[in-house]
């Protein structure tokens, strides 16, 4: 198991700009591949992006791909989410997920896959 705290979140302006932190506990974080989830009120919770546990592979959902870039640093047990040209439409809590097997990166798209969340943080974009 791995503990997961997010932080980074906040309020900013339709085109702006901000940086997610997901630290993670324990010396095995560089075992785990990292997801990016996101869940507005009233909605299932949605896919942003995912990475291998090297940091070689990456995945991301159709509506952040060129906005948002997911990254790590294994050896300070965190990764990054770097969200970019922000829209009304990704104000919504913020989760990291950590998940572990030897499964292309795709397969982690679906919240099921991951035993270990963060609390979550909040984003909101205003226009």
């Known amino acids: 198991q791995v503990q997961l705290v997010e932080s980074g979140g906040g309020s900013v302006q339709v085109g702006g700009s901000l940086r997610l932190s997901c630290v993670g506990s324990?010396?095995?974080?560089?075992?785990?591949?990292m997801g990016w989830f996101r869940q507005a009120p009233g909605q299932e919770r949605e896919f942003v992006a995912a990475?291998?546990?090297?940091?070689?592979?990456?995945f991301y959902a159709a509506s952040v791909k060129g906005r948002f870039t997911v990254s790590r640093d294994n050896a300070q047990n965190t990764m990054y989410l770097q969200m970019n040209n922000l829209k009304p439409e990704d104000t919504a809590a913020y989760y990291c997920?950590?998940?572990?097997?030897?499964?292309?990166?795709?397969?982690?798209?679906?919240?099921?896959?991951?035993?270990?969340w963060g609390q979550g943080t909040q984003v909101a974009v205003s226009s």
């Open positions: 990475i291998s546990s090297s940091g070689g592979g990456t």
């Open positions: 997920a950590a998940g572990r097997g030897p499964q292309a990166i795709w397969y982690w798209t679906l919240p099921v896959r991951y035993d270990n």
């Open positions: 324990g010396r095995i974080f560089s075992t785990y591949t």
